[in-house]
């Protein structure tokens, strides 16, 4: 009975496209005095993970209003890409307006790219998983083009076995008003990874509480 009603609840509450876009457009303009201060570090560590050069070719997936750039160095180009015109819009500011070297946004969604095969050697998702409408198309652009044995990197809130129970309650809780609040409070990790199916090379938590996980997977099929 608990698990047809969570079942319900999750049906119930699939994010669009549209839902989406109206929440960003909600709080674009005050994204990076709130959320933004917010998810800073876990954007701050994971680039440093990343270990970009000047031979990188980097997506990254649900870029925003762009703050991650100032953490990737000079010479390494990335390109990254939204479906949220009000966040691209203050994304394409901050590039100017920090005269940013090789970087540029384009609006696009991350469930249909347009890039050819095997075109990046680092593909990032921030803060995008649980948000997107179709987290396994996701996953499968994702993969689709990073190059073989590239790295795939996500920061996302992922719900875990070892989280407080209370914590799951919440989350629980709060799954009928996702569309309203523009992700998925309650994601469990292994429920996505039983269809991601990445090769997880690591798990990290950051941000406040640490809420949020920070995974690194090699673009390789699962031993």
């Known amino acids: 009975m608990v698990q047809l009603t969570l079942n319900i609840l999750l049906k119930d509450s699939i994010l669009d496209d549209k839902s989406i876009i109206k929440s960003y457009k909600r709080v ?91 075109s990046f050697d680092k593909v990032v998702g921030m803060y995008v998983v649980s948000v997107t409408q179709n987290p396994d198309l996701l996953i499968k652009e994702m993969k689709r083009v990073c190059k073989p044995n590239g790295d795939i990197y996500l920061v996302n809130h992922f719900s875990f076995d070892t989280d407080n129970a209370l914590i799951k309650i919440l989350e629980k809780g709060l799954m009928p008003v996702s569309k309203y609040l523009g992700w998925r409070p309650y994601f469990p990790f292994s429920e996505f990874n039983a269809y991601a199916k990445l090769n997880v090379q690591s798990i990290s938590k950051i941000n406040l509480f640490d809420y949020w996980g920070i995974i690194h997977a090699i673009n390789s099929p699962v031993d």
Do not use: W
């Not at 005050?30 to 917010?38: E, H, I, N, Q």
């Not at 649900?62 to 009000?86: L, Q």
């Open 28 to 118: 674009s303009s005050f994204y990076d005095y709130t959320f933004g201060k917010v998810f800073k570090p876990g954007q701050k560590k994971l680039v440093s993970m990343m270990g970009c050069t000047s031979k990188d070719k980097v997506l990254e997936i649900g870029i925003g209003t762009g703050t991650s750039y100032s953490y990737y160095p000079d010479e390494t180009a990335v390109i990254g890409i939204d479906i949220s015109p009000d966040m691209l819009h203050k994304a394409r500011n901050h590039i100017e307006s920090n005269r940013l070297k090789n970087k540029s946004v384009v609006m696009m969604n991350g469930e249909q790219l347009k890039f050819e095969d095997n």
